[in-house]
């Protein structure tokens, strides 16, 4: 009596008690497509291929287990009293147990508690369950637990791994055979196996497609259809695409279902094409590239190339380079280029020094190792000019242009100005692909759509966005990218490459309205490789990875956040009557709170008739005088200026007999430069080589007198002035002083 009120006791708890999860098991990472393809999966902790649950059982396996292994599913309360009186019949008869009279529900209690060893108190405690289990949860969500954790040979456990494994393919994809054949596994899952074993899965295989037949699932033609189809060989790889965004996705939220914004068919194609680029690029022992394209609108990744490969460790290929931080080179440029439009520091044509520049310890230098003098804003990041690019950099601020970064998401980006220094615009600092690449698709996005209610600005404005992508169109690369003109697109790209020092990196980032790629290519141990270069490695990839996508037209001019600019025609500054001479420009640029100074380089100068002396009226008769404007550049600008401008027209040297005042800065020492820390050259015979010393002066004319520390060194005249000196070691001033008393004057030490 007491046993019996125990039983009853714990039935009614059982009852009473909600089930709680059933399944603790380790699932398998199961990535798929925004349209719910399979894009990859990996095995579970436990060694097991066991899929995530899914929200429902396809149809043709849901009729075909009901049918195999529980006919009244949908009618018993999770106990089938007629099966227990059937079983119960044929067990006595036959003296031994020959059926248990497990329901589908019963069945799922049993897998959850581990197949514990079949016992009339197990067996009871399994019906008590069940009957729980039925009265929390629907018929569906029963059989898709149980279709989830059943087993199906070997390490396959549930109907999704089963179907992948052993016919590649979704499990609402199968066939009435493929159904079939998986409805009875559950059942006797060592049938799966090869050897004579076979033929007994396709004997119950096939009686379970009469019955099916039998019953009305399907016709008759379909049942010898079905039957003629031979059971699956040995199990297929599941797939493998998008392999590091998976592996990404693993460490950072581990092994789960994940859902993606990936288009299947458009990874595969960008996977072909990293891959076709990668046996080319492995020629001159280049093994590693990523590839990213984002959707402008969401933001959202359309295709993700974590590397060329996954199964060689000897070349990193297992390394997601999309997250790896990398030497950002030259692709951080046109953002302090829209950021200092923005603060209206410059135009778009305002010319930026191009001469030798030392700051501190940092002497930048041009991909070419030449200097034009002075270059436009615009094509300083068209042209992706070093040197300009510091001396921008050291204008605007490097704390606020670190700033700046990390507003538009770059999460490497977290030390001081003090640790980067003005190389952060060369490459000092390391990026993600994935931070650069969605920089670009917020500044996109906010052009193409505006702020919405629910999003913040980002720190570049629409106008300065549009100004800066409207530049990235106009390719012109003749240093570091001169085979810009070889790729060729019919569609409208704003486009930017980057290499970084020692070629290491070779970066490559494009924008549409609606795409943003980008790509990077190099050695993931840091190898540097000769000609490995933004524009010879990335720039092809990114512009095949553009051709699989739809074209797309161009950004709308936000007019209302620009205005018309009348500038110099030559110096690209804020016009002043003086540039009527040369003529001026319009330019749109952005609503900004302050412009640059008007023109600094037009100037009215006296000068003879035919304009060959400068002159006052101590050495010319006044009437005679021409007062003309003429565009000036200081002498060191002038100087490199005249060989890649031959226009530019000098001022003519003073008249001998010139009394008046001859302007200041007439000379200018381009090297070495204040407080800079030299060492000359040493030969093979330990003596000092010497050092080239340079300087400039406004009259082509002039001698130059040199000295260091007040000691006369020599001269030099006409044009470009150059003086080698061997220096002693120490501090030294430099001073150099023209035949009228202009000079000029830095100090420098010697190691």
């Known amino acids: 009596m007491l046993l019996t009120g125990l039983v009853a006791l714990l039935v009614l708890i059982a009852w009473a008690l909600r089930p709680g999860r059933l399944f603790d098991d380790p699932v398998c990472a199961v990535l798929e497509s925004s349209d719910?393809?399979?894009?990859?999966?990996?095995?579970?902790?436990?060694?097991?291929?066991?899929?995530?649950?899914?929200?429902?059982?396809?149809?043709?396996?849901?009729?075909?287990?009901?049918?195999f292994e529980d006919k009244r599913f949908w009618h018993h309360p999770g106990v089938d009293p007629l099966a227990v009186a059937r079983a119960l019949r044929l067990n006595v008869s036959k003296g031994e147990v020959r059926s248990g009279a497990s329901t589908l529900t019963m069945q799922t209690i049993r897998l959850s508690r581990k197949n514990k060893p079949r016992t009339?108190?197990?067996?009871?405690?399994?019906?008590?369950?069940?009957?729980?289990?039925?009265?929390?949860?629907?018929?569906?969500?029963?059989?898709?637990?149980?279709?989830?954790?059943?087993?199906?040979?070997g390490n396959v456990v549930g109907l999704e791994a089963a179907a992948w494994r052993y016919y590649g393919r979704p499990a609402e994809d199968l066939s009435w055979a493929g159904a079939a054949m998986l409805a009875v596994l559950p059942n006797s899952p060592a049938l799966i196996h090869p050897g004579s074993r076979r033929e007994a899965l396709l004997s119950k295989r096939n009686f379970l497609l009469d019955k099916l037949c039998k019953e009305g699932v399907i016709d008759s033609l379909e049942c010898e259809l079905a039957k003629d189809e031979p059971l699956p060989e040995k199990p297929w790889p599941l797939p493998e695409i998008a392999y590091h965004y998976l592996e990404t996705l693993r460490k950072q939220q581990g092994d789960q279902r994940y859902g993606s914004s990936l288009d299947y068919a458009l990874q595969q194609r960008a996977e072909a094409v990293v891959a076709r680029h990668a046996e080319v690029f492995a020629t001159n022992q280049v093994f590693n590239a990523a590839a990213l394209i984002l959707d402008v609108r969401t933001g959202a990744p359309l295709a993700y190339v974590g590397n060329v490969g996954h199964d060689s460790r000897a070349h990193g290929d297992n390394v997601d380079v999309v997250q790896a931080p990398r030497s950002s080179g030259s692709t951080?440029?046109?953002?302090?280029?829209?950021?200092?439009?923005?603060?209206?520091?410059?135009?778009?044509?305002?010319?930026?020094?191009?001469?030798?520049?030392?700051?501190?310890?940092?002497?930048?230098?041009?991909?070419?190792?030449?200097?034009?003098?002075?270059?436009?804003?615009?094509?300083?990041?068209?042209?992706?000019?070093?040197?300009?690019?510091v001396r921008m950099l050291h204008e605007y601020g490097v704390e606020k242009f670190i700033d700046l970064l990390q507003h538009l998401g770059f999460t490497t980006i977290t030390r001081g100005?003090?640790?980067?220094?003005?190389?952060?615009?060369?490459?000092?600092?390391?990026?993600?692909?994935?931070?650069?690449?969605?920089?670009?698709?917020?500044?996109?996005?906010?052009?193409?759509?505006?702020?919405?209610?629910?999003?913040?600005?980002?720190?570049?404005?629409r106008g300065a966005t549009w100004c800066t992508f409207d530049a990235l169109t106009e390719v012109n690369r003749p240093e570091e990218e001169g085979d810009w003109h070889t790729f060729n697109s019919t569609r409208k790209i704003a486009w930017k490459?980057?290499?970084?020092?020692?070629?290491?990196?070779?970066?490559?980032?494009?924008?549409?309205?609606?795409?943003?790629?980008?790509?990077?290519?190099?050695?993931?141990?840091?190898?540097?490789?000769?000609?490995?270069?933004?524009?010879?490695?990335?720039?092809?990839?990114?512009?095949?990875?553009?051709?699989?996508?739809?074209?797309?037209?161009?950004?709308?001019?936000?007019?209302?956040?620009?205005?018309?600019?009348?500038?110099?025609?030559?110096?690209?500054?804020?016009?002043?009557?003086?540039?009527?001479?040369?003529?001026?420009?319009?330019?749109?640029a952005p609503r900004a709170p302050q412009r640059p100074d008007p023109c600094p380089y037009h100037r009215l100068v006296h000068l003879n008739p035919d304009e060959t002396w400068q002159v006052d009226s101590d050495c010319w008769p006044v009437a005679e005088i021409r007062h003309v404007s003429r565009f000036v550049l200081p002498p060191a600008q002038e100087w490199y200026y005249m060989k890649s401008h031959s226009d530019y027209r000098p001022l003519p040297p003073f008249h001998p007999n010139f009394a008046g005042f001859r302007s200041s800065g007439a000379v200018e020492i381009i090297y070495p430069q204040e407080g800079m820390e030299i060492a000359a050259p040493v030969a093979l015979d330990?003596?000092?080589?010497?050092?080239?010393?340079?300087?400039?002066?406004?009259?082509?004319?002039?001698?130059?007198?040199?000295?260091?520390?007040?000691?006369?060194?020599?001269?030099?005249?006409?044009?470009?002035?150059?003086?080698?000196?061997?220096?002693?070691?120490?501090?030294?001033?430099l001073t150099v002083i023209d035949a009228n008393g202009h000079s000029a004057s830095v100090r420098f030490t010697a190691l």
């Open 36 to 67: 719910g393809r399979l894009l990859g999966a990996r095995i579970a902790a436990d060694g097991q291929w066991r899929f995530p649950p899914a929200d429902s059982v396809p149809d043709k396996f849901a009729r075909a287990i009901v049918c």
């Open 417 to 461: 100005a003090d640790t980067y220094g003005l190389s952060l615009i060369l490459g000092g600092a390391e990026i993600k692909l994935t931070d650069l690449a969605g920089a670009y698709a917020l500044l996109a996005r906010e052009l193409r759509e505006g702020t919405g209610p629910r999003r913040k600005a980002p720190p570049i404005s």
């Open 686 to 733: 330990a003596r000092s080589q010497g050092i080239i010393f340079s300087a400039a002066h406004s009259d082509p004319q002039a001698t130059l007198y040199w000295h260091i520390d007040g000691n006369y060194l020599g001269q030099t005249t006409h044009g470009e002035h150059k003086i080698k000196v061997i220096p002693e070691k120490g501090p030294h001033t």
């Open 120 to 153: 009339l108190g197990e067996k009871a405690l399994e019906a008590v369950l069940a009957l729980r289990l039925e009265a929390y949860l629907s018929k569906e969500e029963i059989l898709a637990l149980y279709t989830a954790n059943a087993p199906f040979g």
């Open 332 to 389: 951080l440029k046109p953002l302090l280029y829209g950021a200092m439009l923005d603060e209206g520091q410059i135009l778009p044509e305002m010319l930026v020094s191009d001469i030798p520049f030392h700051y501190k310890d940092f002497t930048p230098s041009n991909f070419n190792h030449t200097f034009d003098g002075a270059v436009p804003a615009r094509d300083v990041i068209r042209r992706s000019l070093n040197v300009p690019s």
């Open 497 to 588: 490459t980057g290499t970084s020092y020692g070629n290491r990196d070779a970066w490559s980032v494009g924008v549409t309205p609606d795409y943003i790629v980008a790509v990077w290519v190099g050695n993931c141990n840091g190898e540097g490789r000769p000609l490995l270069t933004g524009v010879g490695y990335a720039a092809p990839v990114m512009f095949d990875l553009f051709n699989l996508l739809p074209p797309t037209g161009w950004f709308e001019m936000p007019s209302e956040e620009l205005e018309e600019v009348e500038c110099c025609r030559l110096s690209g500054h804020p016009a002043t009557d003086l540039c009527d001479a040369d003529g001026t420009i319009t330019v749109w």
